[in-house]
């Protein structure tokens, strides 16, 4: 059995940012360079470095990052490796100086696995915030056994995407006294007077998974998992839209990777550490009603335009107008990245200690909230970074293998929820049973 590891000691650099002149990436070196200079590396260090295709681009992230953070010496200090996914050489060449890399560079499908093969095949874990579950799970199928041998660890979904979900049901069963059979979590976006929007390189990820559903169900059939048991009572699915009675709001299923990656941790924690899985089901709240006759449209243009290769074109092309502004080529401004935050109420049930989920109705609830910044290029670099640190620092209290791993499954047994809490993504508990 390899041990653990991968990433030789000795190499030059610990993390590598990989994708760093792209819209998230930028954001991914400033938080890393803010932890960088932060208490825990105040005596060690954090050897770390930018990799792309242009150098002057990732010069200039290294500046701006520099001017807003008021570290002027990130400019001198910071090496850029020129890296392109197009070329395995390149990808070879800086993967063989790093102990883990970053991976920003999105969509994910498209140029998201010469970067693991790399990784793999140089003994170099890697890090991804995808929200693609066809990527996610064909990473697994192709590179798990790779990457046991090699004893080198590849975690994808490590953003918002799906770190506040994944990590959020562990820290609800921990918090509860008994068995955790079953979570409905609820996903509310908050925004100041200018609103918010998302780049359309998320757009871009959806509207290529829509239109592979096929190419997903036949990566399953391949993958061949048998069904995980259910403990306690069978959850209950809500319709399409509804109103929630917890939120006092309409809400409608959450379309992200959340409920793929949850399910996907709560298998490896069942199959290899025989802990009971969770049912999970995960909503987004819409508003009101007008908020919901406006979605019904949005999602009607969208369906109807992804079927085809033109009008996928249309929506890649035009993504303010088909969106009704909600994700553009530009990105958010820096004010409403400023004010947006966003809220993940989790509901869970389960039995008491003491009665078999086997029998009868649950009979505990508990209800816990993750709360944190602007999602995408807030909370996604914060997760990030955090996860990265935790490979770092905690490796002995990782699986004993190397693989494809989601968070959950990666840092179930480490300090990543605590680190999180002190970063700005808080994990509490809102009511637990009384004792």
């Not at 003994?123 to 798990?144: A, Q, R, V, W």
């Not at 080529?329 to 200690?353: A, I, L, R």
């Not at 078999?356 to 816990?368: A, E, F, S, Y």
């Not at 929820?417 to 509490?428: A, C, K, P």
Request: hydrophobic fraction near 35%.
């Amino acid at each position: 059995m390899a041990t653990r590891g991968g990433g030789a000691a000795g190499r030059t650099y610990e993390l590598m940012v990989l994708g760093a002149s792209g819209f998230t990436g930028q954001f991914v070196v400033q938080e890393l360079a803010r932890v960088a200079a932060g208490d825990e590396f105040r005596s060690s260090g954090l050897r770390w470095a930018v990799a792309g295709r242009n150098r002057s681009k990732l010069e200039d992230v290294l500046r701006r990052a520099a001017e807003a953070l008021g570290m002027p010496q990130l400019k001198s200090e910071i090496d850029i490796i020129i890296c392109d996914v197009g070329d395995p050489s390149s990808l070879d060449a800086m993967c063989k100086q790093t102990t883990a890399v970053l991976s920003c560079v999105g969509p994910y499908r498209f140029y998201g696995e010469p970067v693991v093969k790399a990784c793999v095949e140089n003994g170099t874990h890697c890090i991804d915030i995808s929200g693609e579950p066809k990527y996610l799970e064909g990473m697994y199928f192709k590179y798990n056994s790779q990457a046991a041998d090699k004893g080198v660890y590849i975690i994808g979904s490590c953003g918002f995407d799906s770190v506040p979900a994944d990590l959020g049901v562990l820290f609800t069963r921990d918090n509860l006294k008994g068995t955790l059979t079953a979570i409905e979590s609820f996903l509310s976006f908050h925004s100041g007077p200018e609103g918010t929007c998302i780049h359309d390189g998320t757009w871009q990820s959806a509207i290529y998974g829509f239109s592979d559903q096929d190419g997903l169900r036949k990566l399953r059939k391949q993958i061949g998992h048998k069904p995980l048991p259910i403990i306690g009572a069978k959850q209950k699915r809500r319709g399409t839209v509804f109103y929630s009675d917890e939120l006092k709001q309409y809400s409608i299923p959450f379309l992200g990777s959340d409920v793929s990656v949850v399910k996907r941790t709560q298998r490896y924690l069942y199959e290899n550490l025989e802990e009971a899985p969770v049912q999970y089901s995960a909503y987004t709240t819409v508003g009101g009603i007008a908020s919901v006759v406006k979605l019904i449209f949005a999602g009607l243009l969208f369906l109807l335009f992804a079927k085809f290769s033109f009008g996928r074109s249309l929506l890649i092309k035009y993504p303010k107008f088909f969106s009704f502004g909600y994700f553009t080529k530009e990105g958010p401004t820096q004010k409403q990245m400023n004010d947006s935050s966003f809220t993940m109420m989790m509901f869970g049930e389960g039995y008491s200690e003491g009665q078999d989920p086997q029998q009868g109705k649950p009979n505990v609830k508990i209800c816990t909230q993750v709360k944190g910044p602007e999602a995408g290029y807030v909370a996604t670099p914060i997760a990030m970074v955090q996860v990265a640190v935790t490979l770092l620092k905690e490796r002995s209290s990782l699986p004993q293998r190397g693989g494809v791993y989601t968070p959950g499954g990666a840092f179930s047994k480490t300090k990543l929820i605590e680190r999180l809490n002190q970063n700005g993504i808080q994990f509490t508990v809102i009511t637990r049973p009384e004792a």
